[in-house]
């Protein structure tokens, strides 16, 4: 199911938040707003020390976790 009308950052704080399934289109969003943070770094030092918070960290892991079986 496709969410109309949400950007980026609502889909992965509703993902976050449990009020919508961890899925693509969770992780597509993340990597626009990753793309997105490394072009605001790159406009200035002052920008550099940006980083996501701990949680999107982590949510970003559970992308590149391969199931054992």
Known sequence: MTEVGLNHCQIVGK?????R???EQSFASLAILMERLEGVKKRGKVFSQIEFSPDVNKLKRRENAVPVG
Do not use: F, M, Q, T
């Open 15 to 19: 993902s976050l938040a449990g009020e």
């Open 21 to 23: 399934p961890v899925d």
